[in-house]
């Protein structure tokens, strides 16, 4: 005798149509797994965003204070910015903010104390909607090139770091933006 195992339904005479209710708990389990990876993606690419948005207003801050800072006449020390804020421009003996040398870049020092008056200021950026809005500190070191007494040349090195996260938890690296004019 030959057993066969027929794959028609016995009492109705039909092949089964449809899922059976345990295929649908699989499936339901797989999708729900892959929609639960994919919305753990949003809050850490949304913080990268706003990490990535606060580095660029950094940079930008920091070359709108170098722009004003090298549109000086050389023999000009200090100067008033586009905040009202006196910038000082060095001299003899007194360059700013604390400069380190990493390879072969210069570093602004925020570690240390704060540099001499005119040689830092704090931006906040008003147009940031997050609570508290964040902060940024720049700090600058400018070393005069002097030939005959008379000086010919500046090396600006500025640095700009936020000072708070605005609400992301990224890293707070300093922008390092470094510069020379001539005569």
């Not at 606060?54 to 200090?78: H, K």
Request: with cysteine; glycine share 10%.
């Amino acid at each position: 005798m030959h057993l066969a195992k027929s794959s028609r339904d016995t009492k109705s005479g039909r092949e089964p149509n449809g899922f059976s209710v345990l295929e649908m708990i699989l499936a339901s389990a797989v999708l729900m797994v892959g929609v639960i990876s994919v919305v753990q993606l949003v809050p850490a690419s949304l913080n990268s965003s706003i990490g990535n948005r606060l580095d660029t207003v950094a940079t930008v801050v920091a070359q709108r204070e170098l722009d004003q800072m090298l549109s000086q006449p050389l023999n000009v020390n200090t100067f008033v910015d586009n905040d009202g804020q006196t910038v000082r421009l060095g001299g003899a003996g007194a360059p700013g903010a604390p400069v380190a040398m990493n390879g072969g870049y210069a570093t602004i020092q925020f570690a240390a104390s704060l540099p001499p008056t005119g040689f830092y200021k704090s931006y906040t950026d008003l147009n940031d909607p997050t609570q508290p809005a964040p902060t940024f500190d720049l700090r600058w070191a400018v070393f005069p090139q002097v030939s005959n007494g008379v000086v010919v040349g500046r090396r600006i090195i500025i640095g700009c770091r936020r000072t708070n996260n605005g609400g992301n938890q990224q890293l707070l690296l300093p922008v390092i933006l470094d510069s020379s004019v001539q005569k």
